[in-house]
Every structure is written in structure tokens, then in C-alpha cells.
């Protein structure tokens, strides 16, 4: 049983819900409770658990629906991405089953591109700071020898919009003037999306034979607020002020340990993330990219002791850009309106965890 333990542990850790827009479909990151949970569950009474998830991806390839836009590079008119996170992730076990969590995100952004700097000059628009925290509490639904195999547990949190939404940055050639002014960066690059949002989310994992362990995880985030009220500096009038999004995330896949090799393990696996056309609850109005990314996960992780490292490098195989509410009414018989969006080839995905037990080591009991 304490080495199932152990390898449940690793797995949860190495598997947790890592969630993150790769590129201009505005995924928020970390916009599940997966990601932390799965690094402060299974935890004794009285438990605590702290980790720290860094991330970063470059997105630059077009996709209107799941068709690509090469000439977008070829012509050297891409949009360039590039992202960087930092999560702070604090979890306590009030019992064997039931946890909270705290999630605190830090971001910084840069935005490349020449239309929105009168397509004549690449300029580089920024963003930093403190993003949508989310707060939430998880329930393992076995215990004792039923959990012997694996478990499921199922959360409940909520995010705040605590991360900027209408975040500025200077512009160039604005006008007929060519001049520069600081106006509200797009919403790919923002640090949150003003909206307080329900999290709904599920994961576990089975001993399926030996080493050899199944995994899932996976969220729905309800934001029923319709729009922010920031101006997004598009053209047409039902773009002009940003939406408010749900999102959604699900994962899965086989995860193995290695008993030569104690606390090492690796996986392979899929997800799928995205952004809905329209919202479960609310309204959908407002400029949105909706869209979603297929992705293969491969990981691998290390536990030493109570501390855990792991990296995980999911490869996008599908990206597909849908057609938005906007696009569906700025559309005519004779013209198809289909937005596009800019998304990363990988996302790279580093993070290191603290188990801190009820009793700690000696050196830290020491006078």
C-alpha cells in the first residue's frame, strides 16, 4: 500500500491540470483547480502542500478554422506570442478526503505584430502582473481499501478577477498621423478577464497493472458574465468591448514509475483545451477567438523525498480557430465572415512541489 502511495502521488503531480492558451484563443491559465489539487491531494489530516508552476510558449502559427494561413509567415505578417507564467499554488487537507486550494498566478506578455501598429512597422506590445486567482475545495469520492485501486475526487472553485483586463500598452503609428498612444492590449495578452466564474472540475487515477497507471483530469469553467466593458480597438461595432469566456479542459492518458529507479516517472497522453462559441450560462456577446487545441502530452517527473519536479511538453496536432458569435453575424450570403488566431507548435510546462508534513524533520524541529 505505501508504495501505490507513493506512485499515486508521483502521478497526481506529474498529472495535474496544467491549463494555458496557447496563443491567441485566450485560454487563461491555470483556469482549472486540477493543476493544484493534483499537487496537495492525498495528503494526511493536517497537511499542506506548496508548489510553483512556471510555463512558457511562443505562438505564431494562423488558423482559420483548423486550415493553416502559411503565408501569414511567409509573407511575414504573423502575430508573435510570447507568454510566461508563474503560479503559486497553496493546498491544505482538512481530512483524508476532502481539500482546499489557493492559486496565485503571475504573468508577463509580449505581443509582436504590424496591424496593430499601421501594418508598416513590427512593434511589441507588453503586459505583467498579478492574474485571476481562484480559490476551491475538492472531495475524494473513496477511501480505505476501496482507494486501494485509484480514486476520482471532485472539486468546486471560484475564480476572481483579481488580474487586470484592461491592461494598456503603447501603440505605433496610430492615425492619420503615424502617432503613439497607449491604448488597451489585445485580449490574448490580458492578465485576466474581469469576470468571477464557477469551476467545476474531476480527476483521478487507476492502477491499471504493475506501474502502469490511468489517468484523467479535466474542468469547465462558467463565466455568466457576458462582457468587460474593455474596448478592444476593432473595427466593427459588435467587436468593440471583449467578451467574458467559459473555458474547458480534459485530459488523459498513462502514466508509469519505475522501481529501479525510485520517484522516477514518465507519460504519454492527450488533452484538449479550449474556448467555447457560446457561454453555458449568460450571454455571448462581445469580441471572443473561440477556438480549441488537441494536443499529445508526453511528461516525466522525479520525487525525492517530500519535494517533486516535474516537466511536461504537450504538442498541439490539432488547432482549430471556430467561427465566433461575431463572425456568424458580421456575415453575409455573399461573404463568410471567419476570424482567425495565432497558436504555439508546444507549450513547455515546469513545475516543483513541497509536500510539508503534520511532522517535520528534526533539522527543522532543532533549537
Known amino acids: 500500500m505505501k508504495r501505490i502511495y507513493t506512485l499515486i502521488v508521483v502521478a497526481l503531480l506529474l498529472h495535474s491540470m496544467d491549463t494555458y492558451g496557447q496563443g491567441c484563443v485566450a485560454i487563461r491559465q491555470f483556469s482549472g483547480f486540477g493543476n493544484s489539487v493534483g499537487q496537495g491531494n492525498i495528503l494526511e489530516k493536517g497537511e499542506w502542500n506548496i508548489s510553483a508552476n512556471y510555463r512558457y510558449f511562443k505562438s505564431f502559427r494562423h488558423f482559420r478554422g483548423s486550415h493553416e494561413e502559411t503565408n501569414r509567415l511567409e509573407d511575414g ?120 466564474a464557477l469551476i467545476l472540475d474531476f480527476q483521478g487515477i487507476w492502477n491499471l497493472t504493475g506501474t502502469y497507471f490511468l489517468y484523467y483530469d479535466g474542468f469547465y469553467m462558467i463565466n455568466p458574465k457576458e462582457t468587460n466593458g474593455t474596448p478592444t480597438n476593432r473595427r466593427r461595432e459588435n467587436e468593440a468591448i471583449m467578451s467574458v469566456p467559459d473555458q474547458f479542459a480534459v485530459r488523459t492518458g498513462v502514466f508509469k514509475s519505475f522501481e529501479k529507479v525510485h520517484g522516477l516517472g514518465v507519460s504519454l497522453g492527450g488533452r484538449v483545451e479550449g474556448i467555447p462559441v457560446r457561454d453555458l450560462i449568460g450571454g455571448s456577446d462581445g469580441f471572443r477567438r473561440p477556438g480549441y487545441i488537441v494536443s499529445v502530452e508526453p511528461g516525466i517527473s522525479y520525487m525525492l523525498g517530500n519535494v517533486t519536479g516535474r516537466l511536461n511538453v504537450p504538442i498541439a496536432v490539432l488547432r482549430n480557430r471556430t467561427q465566433s458569435v461575431t463572425d456568424i453575424e458580421n456575415s453575409t450570403p455573399d461573404k463568410i465572415v471567419h476570424g482567425d488566431a495565432a497558436f504555439a507548435d508546444y507549450l513547455i510546462n515546469f513545475s516543483l512541489a513541497w509536500r510539508i508534513p503534520k511532522k517535520l524533520p528534526d533539522v527543522f524541529n532543532a533549537h
Do not use: C
Open 77 to 196: 505578417t504573423e502575430v508573435i506570442n510570447h507568454q510566461h507564467g508563474l503560479d503559486i499554488n497553496i493546498s491544505y487537507a482538512f481530512s483524508e478526503r476532502l481539500y482546499g486550494i489557493v492559486s496565485l498566478p503571475f504573468q508577463y506578455n509580449e505581443r509582436s505584430s504590424l496591424y496593430e501598429h499601421g501594418r508598416t512597422e513590427r512593434h511589441t506590445t507588453y503586459s505583467k502582473g498579478f492574474g485571476d486567482m481562484r480559490i476551491g475545495a475538492g472531495y475524494w469520492l473513496l477511501s480505505g481499501e476501496k482507494a486501494k485501486k485509484g480514486n476520482t475526487a471532485v472539486g468546486i472553485g471560484v475564480k476572481f478577477p483579481t488580474g487586470d483586463y484592461a491592461a494598456t500598452s503603447t501603440f505605433y503609428n496610430q492615425g492619420d498621423e503615424g502617432v503613439e498612444e497607449v491604448k488597451t492590449v489585445d485580449q490574448s495578452i490580458q492578465l485576466g478577464d474581469g469576470g468571477t
